[in-house]
């Protein structure tokens, strides 16, 4: 069996800068895949290069059968992948269901997006009772419910997150990766970047950490949980 996403030995350089030097992974339909590291380590280039927002130098990545070289970035939206990026980038002015209704903006089966704009109120019940108030003034934790929400709003076939926790309370945080178990649990195929390795290992099937811009360990996220170097890089621990 193809995975859905097959990424291979791919380069990606702002400049002279390689910041992705090379990393082959792959995501299989209806897995948890996860890439934990530190910062600068090249995760949000890896996503948006998938996204199609940035060009690699070279290497390939194949997307549910298709090669995604050359494919511009809203087509890429089409073929079934979305991305939640770093730091949201919800629409602050417009409201919540004016920004769940953007991430369908591919679509034009009305009475679909309408259900699933409800499926979004159900997964996360604030956004329904907020849903005429602007984005701009939900709580951080809130402003991410909307950026997996309207992600979700393409119906995609792999969800790309990028550091869904970032600045979030413990309880935010838990509340978030409690939302990602869920949409695993429906068979939502998920490629996660986090900086909160434990949070992450524990929910995926797949990990590998990068350092400046390679691929360095690659397991099952059980095996990486339990893995000593990681723990003492990632977990905090000595
Ligand atoms: N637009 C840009 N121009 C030049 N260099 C960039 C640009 N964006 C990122 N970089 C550099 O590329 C490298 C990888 O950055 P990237 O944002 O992919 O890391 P990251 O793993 O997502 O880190 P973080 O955990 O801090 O979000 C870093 O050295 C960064 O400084
Ligand atoms: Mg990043």
Not at 59 to 73: E, M, Q, T
Request: net charge neutral; hydrophobic share 40%; aromatic share 4%.
């Amino acid at each position: 069996m193809t995975a859905l996403l097959e990424v291979e030995d791919l380069r990606v350089a702002y400049g002279k800068i390689e910041a992705v030097k090379g990393i082959s992974f792959s995501v299989e339909a209806g897995q948890v895949v996860t890439l934990i590291g530190t910062n600068g380590a090249g995760k949000t280039t890896t996503l948006r290069t998938l996204s199609g927002l940035l060009k690699p130098l070279a290497g390939s990545i194949r997307f549910d059968g298709k090669p995604l070289a050359g494919v511009p970035a809203h087509k890429i939206v089409a073929l079934g992948l979305a991305h939640s990026p770093e730091g949201r980038h919800i629409f602050p002015r417009l409201t919540i269901a004016e920004n769940l209704q953007l991430g369908a903006f591919l679509r034009s089966d009305t009475e679909g997006i309408r259900k699933d704009i409800q499926k979004a109120y159900d997964l996360f019940p604030i956004l329904g009772e907020r849903r005429n108030q602007a984005a701009g003034t939900l709580s951080g934790g809130e402003q991410q419910m909307l950026a997996m929400g309207r992600a979700l709003m393409s119906r995609p076939k792999l969800l790309m997150l990028d550091e869904p926790s970032m600045g979030l309370s413990p309880i935010m945080m838990q509340k978030i990766m409690e939302t990602i178990a869920e949409l695993k649990a429906q068979g939502t195929t998920i490629l996660l970047v986090e900086q909160n390795a434990q949070a992450a290992l524990s929910l995926a099937d797949q990990g590998h950490v990068m350092e400046i811009g390679k691929i360095v360990l690659s397991g099952t996220g059980q095996n990486l949980l339990h893995d000593e170097s990681v723990r003492k890089a990632y977990l905090g621990e000595d």
